[in-house]
Protein backbone atom coordinates (compact mmCIF):
# COMPACT_ATOMS: atom_id res chain seq x y z
CA UNK A 1 0.00 0.00 0.00
CA UNK A 2 1.34 3.70 -1.17
CA UNK A 3 -0.13 6.67 1.04
CA UNK A 4 0.43 10.04 -0.45
CA UNK A 5 -0.78 12.90 1.01
CA UNK A 6 -2.00 15.11 -1.64
CA UNK A 7 -3.65 18.36 -0.03
CA UNK A 8 -2.68 19.20 3.48
CA UNK A 9 -3.83 22.59 4.70
CA UNK A 10 -4.92 23.78 8.47
CA UNK A 11 -8.23 21.72 9.31
CA UNK A 12 -8.35 19.64 6.31
CA UNK A 13 -6.46 16.70 4.13
CA UNK A 14 -6.81 14.79 1.36
CA UNK A 15 -4.66 11.56 1.26
CA UNK A 16 -4.49 9.04 -1.84
CA UNK A 17 -4.36 5.18 -0.83
CA UNK A 18 -3.00 2.80 -3.65
CA UNK A 19 -2.86 -0.76 -3.63
CA UNK A 20 -1.06 -2.95 -6.15
CA UNK A 21 -2.54 -4.81 -8.71
CA UNK A 22 -1.28 -8.41 -6.98
CA UNK A 23 -3.68 -7.33 -3.87
CA UNK A 24 -6.35 -6.76 -5.60
CA UNK A 25 -6.34 -10.08 -7.64
CA UNK A 26 -6.30 -11.59 -4.45
CA UNK A 27 -9.28 -9.76 -2.88
CA UNK A 28 -11.24 -10.44 -5.83
CA UNK A 29 -10.73 -14.07 -5.50
CA UNK A 30 -11.01 -13.89 -1.67
CA UNK A 31 -14.50 -12.21 -2.42
CA UNK A 32 -15.48 -14.50 -4.93
CA UNK A 33 -14.84 -17.62 -2.59
CA UNK A 34 -16.88 -15.98 -0.20
CA UNK A 35 -19.82 -15.06 -2.38
CA UNK A 36 -19.99 -19.26 -3.68
CA UNK A 37 -21.03 -20.18 0.14
CA UNK A 38 -23.44 -17.92 0.16
CA UNK A 39 -24.80 -17.55 -3.68
CA UNK A 40 -27.18 -20.47 -4.84
CA UNK A 41 -26.97 -21.34 -8.67
CA UNK A 42 -29.20 -24.67 -9.24
CA UNK A 43 -26.37 -27.70 -10.50
CA UNK A 44 -23.98 -26.76 -7.89
CA UNK A 45 -23.21 -27.78 -4.50
CA UNK A 46 -22.29 -24.42 -2.29
CA UNK A 47 -18.98 -23.40 -2.38
CA UNK A 48 -18.34 -25.49 -5.87
CA UNK A 49 -19.58 -22.82 -8.06
CA UNK A 50 -17.02 -21.78 -10.85
CA UNK A 51 -15.78 -18.25 -10.57
CA UNK A 52 -16.64 -17.47 -14.10
CA UNK A 53 -20.33 -18.80 -13.51
CA UNK A 54 -20.67 -16.91 -10.25
CA UNK A 55 -19.86 -13.70 -11.62
CA UNK A 56 -21.82 -13.72 -14.36
CA UNK A 57 -24.69 -14.09 -11.93
CA UNK A 58 -23.62 -11.65 -9.57
CA UNK A 59 -22.57 -9.30 -12.35
CA UNK A 60 -19.17 -7.54 -12.70
CA UNK A 61 -20.35 -4.04 -11.40
CA UNK A 62 -21.68 -6.17 -8.26
CA UNK A 63 -18.70 -7.38 -7.98
CA UNK A 64 -16.31 -4.55 -8.31
CA UNK A 65 -18.49 -2.89 -5.53
CA UNK A 66 -18.00 -5.87 -3.05
CA UNK A 67 -14.02 -6.17 -3.88
CA UNK A 68 -13.87 -1.87 -3.25
CA UNK A 69 -15.59 -2.10 -0.16
CA UNK A 70 -13.16 -4.85 1.16
CA UNK A 71 -9.97 -3.42 0.23
CA UNK A 72 -11.21 0.34 1.40
CA UNK A 73 -12.50 -1.42 4.70
CA UNK A 74 -8.84 -3.21 5.48
CA UNK A 75 -6.69 -0.35 3.87
CA UNK A 76 -8.78 2.88 5.51
CA UNK A 77 -7.39 3.39 9.45
CA UNK A 78 -3.81 1.95 8.25
CA UNK A 79 -3.38 4.53 5.46
CA UNK A 80 -4.78 7.26 8.05
CA UNK A 81 -2.18 6.19 10.91
CA UNK A 82 0.48 5.93 8.40
CA UNK A 83 -0.48 9.65 6.74
CA UNK A 84 -0.14 10.50 10.70
CA UNK A 85 -3.05 11.94 10.50
CA UNK A 86 -5.70 12.62 13.49
CA UNK A 87 -9.22 13.03 11.48
CA UNK A 88 -12.16 14.38 12.96
CA UNK A 89 -14.01 13.28 10.65
CA UNK A 90 -13.49 11.55 6.86
CA UNK A 91 -15.13 10.51 3.51
CA UNK A 92 -13.30 8.66 0.80
CA UNK A 93 -14.13 8.36 -2.68
CA UNK A 94 -12.95 6.69 -5.75
CA UNK A 95 -14.02 4.15 -8.39
CA UNK A 96 -14.21 0.64 -9.09
CA UNK A 97 -10.89 -1.58 -8.63
CA UNK A 98 -10.25 -3.70 -12.06
CA UNK A 99 -7.93 -6.94 -11.82
CA UNK A 100 -4.53 -6.50 -12.69
CA UNK A 101 -4.56 -2.74 -11.91
CA UNK A 102 -3.49 -0.82 -9.12
CA UNK A 103 -6.62 0.51 -7.23
CA UNK A 104 -6.65 4.01 -6.02
CA UNK A 105 -8.95 6.07 -3.69
CA UNK A 106 -9.06 9.13 -1.96
CA UNK A 107 -9.60 9.92 2.10
CA UNK A 108 -10.38 13.60 2.42
CA UNK A 109 -10.49 14.38 6.31
CA UNK A 110 -11.59 17.16 8.47
CA UNK A 111 -8.37 17.79 10.96
CA UNK A 112 -8.75 19.00 14.22
CA UNK A 113 -8.08 22.78 14.63
CA UNK A 114 -5.23 23.69 17.23
CA UNK A 115 -7.27 25.29 19.99
CA UNK A 116 -4.65 28.01 22.20
CA UNK A 117 -7.11 28.84 25.48
CA UNK A 118 -6.41 32.11 26.55
CA UNK A 119 -5.89 31.94 30.82
CA UNK A 120 -9.07 31.04 31.65
CA UNK A 121 -8.78 32.41 35.50
CA UNK A 122 -8.26 35.68 34.03
CA UNK A 123 -11.72 35.86 32.38
CA UNK A 124 -13.86 37.85 34.37
CA UNK A 125 -17.88 37.19 34.46
CA UNK A 126 -19.90 40.23 34.71
CA UNK A 127 -23.28 38.75 34.76
CA UNK A 128 -25.06 39.59 38.25
CA UNK A 129 -26.50 36.64 40.49
CA UNK A 130 -30.35 36.40 39.71
CA UNK A 131 -32.17 38.02 42.52
CA UNK A 132 -35.67 37.00 43.81
CA UNK A 133 -38.21 39.78 44.68
CA UNK A 134 -41.12 39.89 46.94
CA UNK A 135 -43.26 40.87 43.55
CA UNK A 136 -41.97 37.33 42.28
CA UNK A 137 -42.94 35.22 45.23
CA UNK A 138 -46.50 37.31 45.00
CA UNK A 139 -46.38 36.22 41.25
CA UNK A 140 -45.87 32.24 41.46
CA UNK A 141 -48.29 32.63 44.94
CA UNK A 142 -51.11 34.27 42.46
CA UNK A 143 -50.62 31.41 39.96
CA UNK A 144 -51.05 29.01 42.21
CA UNK A 145 -54.29 30.32 43.55
CA UNK A 146 -55.28 30.50 39.71
CA UNK A 147 -54.40 26.45 39.40
CA UNK A 148 -56.52 26.29 42.42
CA UNK A 149 -59.13 28.59 42.06
CA UNK A 150 -63.14 27.59 42.67
CA UNK A 151 -65.45 28.03 39.75
CA UNK A 152 -67.87 30.06 40.83
CA UNK A 153 -71.67 30.70 39.04
CA UNK A 154 -72.14 34.45 37.53
CA UNK A 155 -74.87 36.14 36.01
CA UNK A 156 -73.42 38.96 33.61
CA UNK A 157 -71.17 39.25 30.92
CA UNK A 158 -68.05 37.11 29.97
CA UNK A 159 -65.01 38.94 30.97
CA UNK A 160 -60.92 38.37 31.51
CA UNK A 161 -60.52 35.67 33.15
CA UNK A 162 -63.64 33.54 33.37
CA UNK A 163 -64.19 29.76 32.48
CA UNK A 164 -66.78 29.47 30.24
CA UNK A 165 -68.78 26.19 29.04
CA UNK A 166 -69.75 26.26 25.16
CA UNK A 167 -71.94 23.90 23.14
CA UNK A 168 -71.23 23.07 19.87
CA UNK A 169 -74.08 23.72 17.32
CA UNK A 170 -74.54 21.88 13.92
CA UNK A 171 -75.22 23.53 10.90
CA UNK A 172 -78.97 22.24 10.88
CA UNK A 173 -78.96 23.48 14.50
CA UNK A 174 -78.40 20.38 16.07
CA UNK A 175 -76.57 20.48 19.70
CA UNK A 176 -73.12 18.62 19.66
CA UNK A 177 -71.00 18.06 22.98
CA UNK A 178 -70.21 20.48 25.41
CA UNK A 179 -66.30 21.48 26.65
CA UNK A 180 -65.10 24.02 29.08
CA UNK A 181 -63.07 27.63 27.61
CA UNK A 182 -60.90 29.24 30.12
CA UNK A 183 -60.59 32.91 28.87
CA UNK A 184 -56.82 33.05 30.77
CA UNK A 185 -55.78 30.16 27.93
CA UNK A 186 -57.59 31.19 24.75
CA UNK A 187 -56.11 32.88 22.60
CA UNK A 188 -56.45 36.68 22.21
CA UNK A 189 -58.54 36.08 18.94
CA UNK A 190 -60.96 33.91 20.66
CA UNK A 191 -61.19 35.87 23.23
CA UNK A 192 -61.99 39.17 21.74
CA UNK A 193 -64.75 37.57 20.25
CA UNK A 194 -66.30 36.24 23.51
CA UNK A 195 -65.56 38.92 25.56
CA UNK A 196 -68.81 40.61 26.68
CA UNK A 197 -71.46 37.60 25.59
CA UNK A 198 -73.99 36.30 27.96
CA UNK A 199 -75.11 32.70 28.68
CA UNK A 200 -77.22 31.45 26.10
CA UNK A 201 -75.93 34.01 23.21
CA UNK A 202 -75.06 32.30 20.05
CA UNK A 203 -71.83 33.55 19.06
CA UNK A 204 -69.83 31.89 15.29
CA UNK A 205 -66.41 31.74 16.68
CA UNK A 206 -63.35 32.00 13.71
CA UNK A 207 -61.14 29.45 14.90
CA UNK A 208 -58.54 30.49 12.39
CA UNK A 209 -57.56 34.43 12.19
CA UNK A 210 -55.50 36.01 9.32
CA UNK A 211 -51.62 34.92 9.06
CA UNK A 212 -50.27 36.85 11.40
CA UNK A 213 -47.25 37.02 12.36
CA UNK A 214 -47.11 35.31 16.29
CA UNK A 215 -44.18 37.36 17.30
CA UNK A 216 -41.88 40.16 16.00
CA UNK A 217 -39.85 38.99 12.65
CA UNK A 218 -36.71 37.44 13.53
CA UNK A 219 -33.90 37.25 12.08
CA UNK A 220 -33.09 34.45 9.88
CA UNK A 221 -30.10 32.76 11.88
CA UNK A 222 -28.93 33.63 15.36
CA UNK A 223 -25.20 33.28 16.46
CA UNK A 224 -25.97 30.97 19.21
CA UNK A 225 -26.44 28.01 16.63
CA UNK A 226 -30.32 27.98 16.18
CA UNK A 227 -31.77 29.17 13.38
CA UNK A 228 -35.24 31.08 13.77
CA UNK A 229 -38.02 31.32 11.69
CA UNK A 230 -38.16 34.96 10.19
CA UNK A 231 -41.68 35.47 10.74
CA UNK A 232 -42.45 38.09 8.05
CA UNK A 233 -41.27 36.11 5.33
CA UNK A 234 -42.87 32.72 7.04
CA UNK A 235 -46.43 34.60 7.58
CA UNK A 236 -46.80 35.74 3.82
CA UNK A 237 -45.63 32.27 2.39
CA UNK A 238 -48.27 31.05 4.86
CA UNK A 239 -50.85 33.34 2.95
CA UNK A 240 -50.18 32.29 -0.18
CA UNK A 241 -50.85 28.61 0.81
CA UNK A 242 -53.83 29.60 3.56
CA UNK A 243 -57.08 27.51 3.55
CA UNK A 244 -60.04 29.58 4.63
CA UNK A 245 -60.63 30.44 8.34
CA UNK A 246 -62.78 27.54 9.87
CA UNK A 247 -66.16 29.08 12.20
CA UNK A 248 -67.83 27.11 14.57
CA UNK A 249 -71.14 27.99 16.08
CA UNK A 250 -71.34 27.11 19.89
CA UNK A 251 -73.88 28.78 22.60
CA UNK A 252 -72.35 30.16 25.70
CA UNK A 253 -74.37 27.62 28.53
CA UNK A 254 -72.38 28.95 31.52
CA UNK A 255 -70.58 31.53 32.49
CA UNK A 256 -68.52 31.24 35.97
CA UNK A 257 -65.50 33.28 37.48
CA UNK A 258 -62.97 32.52 39.92
CA UNK A 259 -62.92 32.63 43.22
CA UNK A 260 -59.28 32.07 44.33
CA UNK A 261 -58.27 30.47 47.78
CA UNK A 262 -57.32 32.70 50.79
CA UNK A 263 -53.73 32.78 51.37
CA UNK A 264 -54.12 31.26 54.48
CA UNK A 265 -53.05 27.67 56.48
CA UNK A 266 -56.17 26.21 55.33
CA UNK A 267 -55.05 26.56 51.58
CA UNK A 268 -51.54 25.31 52.66
CA UNK A 269 -53.15 22.11 53.60
CA UNK A 270 -54.63 21.32 50.65
CA UNK A 271 -51.54 21.79 48.71
CA UNK A 272 -49.61 19.55 51.42
CA UNK A 273 -47.60 21.95 53.60
CA UNK A 274 -48.08 23.07 57.23
CA UNK A 275 -49.17 26.31 57.76
CA UNK A 276 -48.74 29.09 54.88
CA UNK A 277 -45.80 30.35 56.40
CA UNK A 278 -43.85 27.03 54.98
CA UNK A 279 -45.29 27.27 51.72
CA UNK A 280 -44.06 30.76 51.27
CA UNK A 281 -40.80 29.25 52.31
CA UNK A 282 -40.96 26.47 49.80
CA UNK A 283 -42.07 28.82 46.85
CA UNK A 284 -39.24 31.22 47.32
CA UNK A 285 -36.59 28.06 47.79
CA UNK A 286 -37.76 26.70 44.38
CA UNK A 287 -37.98 30.20 42.85
CA UNK A 288 -33.91 30.57 44.08
CA UNK A 289 -33.31 27.65 42.80
CA UNK A 290 -34.21 28.90 39.35
CA UNK A 291 -33.07 31.72 39.67
CA UNK A 292 -29.76 30.44 40.27
CA UNK A 293 -29.98 27.46 37.83
CA UNK A 294 -30.77 30.65 35.20
CA UNK A 295 -27.64 32.62 36.34
CA UNK A 296 -25.44 29.62 35.77
CA UNK A 297 -26.80 29.48 32.52
CA UNK A 298 -26.15 33.25 31.80
CA UNK A 299 -22.76 33.08 33.23
CA UNK A 300 -21.54 29.91 31.28
CA UNK A 301 -22.62 31.80 27.88
CA UNK A 302 -20.71 34.66 28.99
CA UNK A 303 -17.57 32.74 29.55
CA UNK A 304 -18.04 31.12 26.60
CA UNK A 305 -18.00 33.77 24.46
CA UNK A 306 -15.41 35.83 25.90
CA UNK A 307 -13.20 32.36 25.64
CA UNK A 308 -14.29 32.21 21.49
CA UNK A 309 -13.64 36.31 21.65
CA UNK A 310 -10.14 35.77 22.24
CA UNK A 311 -9.31 31.94 20.26
CA UNK A 312 -10.04 32.93 16.38
CA UNK A 313 -9.22 29.04 14.98
CA UNK A 314 -10.74 27.77 11.58
CA UNK A 315 -13.49 25.53 11.30
CA UNK A 316 -13.14 22.54 8.97
CA UNK A 317 -15.58 22.23 5.88
CA UNK A 318 -17.24 18.81 7.03
CA UNK A 319 -17.97 19.97 10.30
CA UNK A 320 -19.69 23.13 9.30
CA UNK A 321 -21.60 21.49 6.25
CA UNK A 322 -23.21 18.85 8.79
CA UNK A 323 -24.05 21.63 11.77
CA UNK A 324 -25.94 23.34 8.56
CA UNK A 325 -27.52 20.63 7.45
CA UNK A 326 -28.43 19.80 11.04
CA UNK A 327 -29.85 23.57 11.71
CA UNK A 328 -31.63 23.45 8.17
CA UNK A 329 -33.83 20.10 9.10
CA UNK A 330 -34.69 22.08 12.42
CA UNK A 331 -36.02 24.93 10.36
CA UNK A 332 -37.94 23.05 8.25
CA UNK A 333 -39.85 21.22 11.08
CA UNK A 334 -40.23 24.33 12.72
CA UNK A 335 -42.03 25.47 9.67
CA UNK A 336 -44.09 22.21 8.79
CA UNK A 337 -45.33 23.01 12.47
CA UNK A 338 -46.78 26.22 11.14
CA UNK A 339 -48.11 24.53 7.87
CA UNK A 340 -45.23 25.98 5.48
CA UNK A 341 -43.09 24.28 3.20
CA UNK A 342 -39.03 24.93 2.59
CA UNK A 343 -40.33 25.84 -1.26
CA UNK A 344 -42.14 28.24 -0.15
CA UNK A 345 -40.23 29.56 2.44
CA UNK A 346 -37.88 30.39 0.47
CA UNK A 347 -39.37 31.64 -2.67
CA UNK A 348 -40.66 34.25 -0.34
CA UNK A 349 -37.42 35.12 1.04
CA UNK A 350 -35.95 35.39 -2.55
CA UNK A 351 -38.90 37.36 -3.53
CA UNK A 352 -38.36 39.62 -0.74
CA UNK A 353 -34.34 39.72 -1.81
CA UNK A 354 -33.19 37.92 1.57
CA UNK A 355 -32.54 34.69 0.55
CA UNK A 356 -28.44 35.71 0.18
CA UNK A 357 -28.70 37.23 3.18
CA UNK A 358 -30.38 34.26 5.24
CA UNK A 359 -27.62 31.80 3.39
CA UNK A 360 -25.03 34.12 5.46
CA UNK A 361 -26.45 33.66 8.54
CA UNK A 362 -26.70 30.24 7.95
CA UNK A 363 -23.01 29.86 7.43
CA UNK A 364 -22.08 32.25 10.11
CA UNK A 365 -24.74 30.33 12.66
CA UNK A 366 -23.43 26.53 11.90
CA UNK A 367 -19.61 28.49 12.35
CA UNK A 368 -20.37 29.92 15.38
CA UNK A 369 -21.72 26.78 17.03
CA UNK A 370 -18.87 24.73 15.86
CA UNK A 371 -16.45 26.76 16.83
CA UNK A 372 -18.63 26.75 20.43
CA UNK A 373 -18.22 22.91 20.46
CA UNK A 374 -14.94 22.96 19.83
CA UNK A 375 -13.63 25.30 22.51
CA UNK A 376 -16.24 23.51 24.64
CA UNK A 377 -14.52 20.20 24.39
CA UNK A 378 -10.96 21.46 24.99
CA UNK A 379 -12.01 22.91 27.84
CA UNK A 380 -13.12 20.05 29.08
CA UNK A 381 -9.57 17.97 27.83
CA UNK A 382 -7.45 20.28 29.43
CA UNK A 383 -9.47 20.27 32.74
CA UNK A 384 -9.14 16.76 32.45
CA UNK A 385 -12.66 16.57 33.52
CA UNK A 386 -13.93 12.93 34.75
CA UNK A 387 -17.93 12.30 35.28
CA UNK A 388 -18.00 8.95 36.72
CA UNK A 389 -20.63 6.25 36.87
CA UNK A 390 -21.91 7.27 39.70
CA UNK A 391 -22.75 10.58 38.72
CA UNK A 392 -24.09 9.95 35.02
CA UNK A 393 -26.41 7.02 36.51
CA UNK A 394 -27.98 9.85 38.66
CA UNK A 395 -28.30 12.10 36.07
CA UNK A 396 -29.93 9.27 33.79
CA UNK A 397 -32.34 8.51 36.37
CA UNK A 398 -33.54 12.32 36.62
CA UNK A 399 -33.57 12.63 32.96
CA UNK A 400 -35.75 9.51 33.26
CA UNK A 401 -37.93 10.56 35.76
CA UNK A 402 -38.61 13.96 34.37
CA UNK A 403 -40.25 11.78 30.53
CA UNK A 404 -41.69 9.10 33.41
CA UNK A 405 -39.71 6.34 32.66
CA UNK A 406 -36.64 4.29 33.79
CA UNK A 407 -33.34 4.60 33.49
CA UNK A 408 -33.25 1.00 32.01
CA UNK A 409 -36.18 1.93 29.49
CA UNK A 410 -35.18 5.02 28.55
CA UNK A 411 -31.56 3.42 27.50
CA UNK A 412 -33.40 0.94 25.45
CA UNK A 413 -35.87 3.74 23.87
CA UNK A 414 -32.75 5.87 22.54
CA UNK A 415 -30.01 3.52 22.36
CA UNK A 416 -26.56 3.20 22.95
CA UNK A 417 -25.37 6.35 21.06
CA UNK A 418 -27.56 8.77 22.36
CA UNK A 419 -26.12 7.46 25.57
CA UNK A 420 -22.68 8.02 24.56
CA UNK A 421 -23.58 11.57 23.90
CA UNK A 422 -25.60 12.10 26.70
CA UNK A 423 -22.56 11.34 29.08
CA UNK A 424 -19.97 13.15 26.21
CA UNK A 425 -22.17 16.20 27.01
CA UNK A 426 -22.87 15.84 30.70
CA UNK A 427 -18.80 15.88 31.10
CA UNK A 428 -18.25 18.89 29.06
CA UNK A 429 -21.06 20.67 31.16
CA UNK A 430 -19.20 19.60 34.17
CA UNK A 431 -16.16 21.14 33.03
CA UNK A 432 -18.12 24.34 32.83
CA UNK A 433 -18.99 24.47 36.63
Do not use: C
Not at 207 to 221: F, K, S, T, W
Not at 323 to 331: P, T, V
Request: aromatic share 6%; hydrophobic share 40%; no cysteine.
Amino acid sequence: MQVNIKDRQEVEATVEVIIPAAEVDSTYASVLRELAGRVRIPGFRPGKVPAAILERRIGSEALAGEVRQMLIDEHFEKAIEEAGLTPVGFHYHGGNPARIQDFAFAIHMDLAPEINLPDLDEIIIDTPAAEITDADVEGAVKRLQLDNATHVPVDRPVQAGDVLTVEMIGEDDSEGGSMPIDMDSVSEHLAEQLAGKSAGDVVELTLAAAAEPEEEPAEAAEADGEVSVNEEAASEAAAEEEKPASTLRVRIADVREKELPAQDDSFAATLGFANWEETLAYIRKTLLEQAEADTFEAQKNEFVDKVLAQTPFPVPSGMLNRRQQYLLDNLRQDLARRGITMDAYFNRLQERGELESFEQDLKNSATEAVRRDLVLERVMLDRQTVFTDEEFDEALAEAAAEEGTSPNALRRERGEEWERNYRFLLQREKALE
